[in-house]
Nanobody, 120 residues
Framework: QVQLVESGGGLVQAGGSLRLSCAAS????????MGWYRQAPGKRRELVAA???????NYADSVKGRFTISRDNAKNTVYLQMNSLEPEDTAVYSC??????????????WGQGTQVTVSS
């Protein structure tokens, strides 16, 4: 079994910054892509940013230049540095990992989500 635990959400004023972390643990052989998604009330879940095991990144247009995704492969942890936050960034942020387990089964795992609220 694999668990993803997120931390770092909270309430911040517009223009402020937050850093999210997501640590994966359990029966992990290797992790391919890790990513952050968000879902605002009444909206569909959307990809915010993703990073491959080799460090290639992908961002939603709405966050380019403001958010930075990174990962520490030795710690099985992915980070999302969020700067210049806007009220429109308010959402529940969830991390996702494409994992090859120790029994060589490949599956997709999700964290429980962390609330990010940006006040105007």
């Amino acid at each position: 079994q694999v668990q993803l635990v997120e931390s770092g959400g909270g309430l911040v004023q517009a223009g402020g910054s937050l850093r999210l972390s997501c640590a994966a643990s359990g029966s992990i052989f290797s992790i391919y892509t890790m990513g952050w998604y968000r879902q605002a009330p009444g909206k569909r879940r959307e990809l915010v940013a993703a990073i491959t095991s080799g460090g290639n990144t992908n961002y939603a247009d709405s966050v380019k230049g403001r958010f930075t995704i990174s990962r520490d492969n030795a710690k099985n942890t992915v980070y999302l540095q969020m700067n210049s936050l806007e009220p429109e960034d308010t959402a529940v942020y969830s991390c996702n990992a494409d994992v090859l387990t120790t029994v060589l089964r490949r599956d997709n795992y999700w964290g429980q989500g962390t609330q990010v609220t940006v006040s105007s």
